[in-house]
């Protein structure tokens, strides 16, 4: 079982982005301390949802500040930048963070972003898999050339090479894990035909995954993928951790916080063709969450995540602990959840 924490950087009401991106920081550090596997970052544009907006930034900075833990992008989205630059920069911090960083990609959404950044809607409904291939190529070719409809260039020279990285006894690594955000049949047999592994989202139910992952299998094998590289996929499930030594007292303290930051920080999202948002209502959702993940003491957080990991087979874990909106509270739980609920999983 790898357990890590999913961090969001979220704004939550009265508070500014320095201290949201302040604790982002010290929850990483302390995840390290805690003996967690990994830490996931999110980026966003333009709301207080999360205020980081550049996943690969805060992925640097974080890489620099730690020795052992694995930080990954959650994720990375695609349609507002260019492939190859991104590609660049995955390869440059698995390079120099002895291949710690994990590359996760995904689709976005529909929002205002794309028309700041110039993609336009095109790139977001049409442009995922080209954009995908394009990454991969940058990651694993010497040289490469654009020659889809949205990027047509010359071949180039891949400089620096992702895959020189060699380990302690002189093998080959290859370049950075990378994986992919699925919420469509889609996109799950897109990542299964690349061999990339998923990452689920954390309204998704265990039953939802169950089916995802099964999806996967199938059009993985169907593509001509090992039976080994298979059942060796490591997905990973999203989810919400709050533990206290009761069960009331954790939903409590999540009933109290997060429903301000999510209908302040989703309502802020604007989409970019003025279609119709549905927005969930935000108690309702944080109940739901509290009954899906492992929020309450350390035994029923690892009751959880062990059902979950049979019910699915995915036994790898970000977890988003930042829902109190306290810096203190947020050390604490990632504390707790790594020193208190980890062993109980070993």
């Not at 995908?132 to 180039?156: S, T």
């Not at 996967?216 to 298979?230: D, I, M, N, Q, Y």
């Not at 429903?259 to 209502?281: I, K």
Request: proline share 6%; hydrophobic share 45%.
């Amino acid at each position: 079982m790898r357990v890590g924490t999913f961090v969001l950087a979220a704004q939550f009401p009265g508070q500014g982005p320095g201290e949201a991106l302040h604790r982002a920081v010290r929850s990483a550090e302390v995840a390290e301390e805690s003996g967690l596997d990994s830490v996931w970052l999110a980026e966003h544009h333009f709301v207080p949802y999360g205020v980081c907006p550049s996943a690969v930034t805060l992925a640097a900075l974080l890489l620099g500040r730690t020795r052992r833990i694995r930080v990954g992008t959650a994720v990375s989205v695609l349609p507002t930048q260019h492939p190859v630059a991104l590609g660049e920069q995955a390869a440059l911090l698995h390079l120099t963070s002895g291949g710690r960083f994990t590359l996760g990609v995904g689709r976005g959404g529909p929002w205002v972003d794309l028309e700041v950044f110039g993609s336009g809607l095109t790139a977001y409904e049409k442009g995922f898999p080209e954009s995908l291939g394009l990454l991969l190529d940058w990651l694993r070719e010497p040289r490469v050339a654009g020659r889809g409809e949205r990027y047509g260039f010359r071949e180039v020279a891949v400089v620096p090479r992702a895959d020189e990285l060699a380990d302690e006894n002189g093998d080959g690594l290859g370049g950075p894990e990378v994986i992919v955000a699925c919420t469509s049949p889609k996109t799950v047999r897109l990542a299964a035909e690349n061999g990339l592994p998923m990452l689920l989202g954390m309204h998704c139910e265990d039953g939802e995954k169950a089916d995802m992952v099964a999806l996967w299998r199938s059009t993985a094998l169907a593509a001509g993928r090992s039976p080994e590289s298979v059942r060796a996929a490591g997905h990973v499930s999203a989810g919400v951790v709050q533990i206290a030594d009761r069960r009331e007292d954790a939903v409590e303290t999540l009933v109290k916080t997060m429903p301000g930051w999510l209908r302040q920080g989703l309502d802020a999202h604007v989409t970019v063709d003025g279609r119709h948002r549905v927005m969930r209502d935000p108690v309702a959702y944080t109940e739901f969450l509290c009954g899906l993940h492992p929020v309450g003491p350390p035994r029923l957080a690892a009751d959880r995540l062990a059902a979950t990991a049979e019910r699915t087979g995915i036994t790898r874990f970000a977890l988003l602990a930042e829902g109190s909106g306290d810096l203190a509270a947020t050390e604490e739980n990632v504390a707790r959840l790594g020193t208190e609920v980890l062993p109980l999983l070993a």
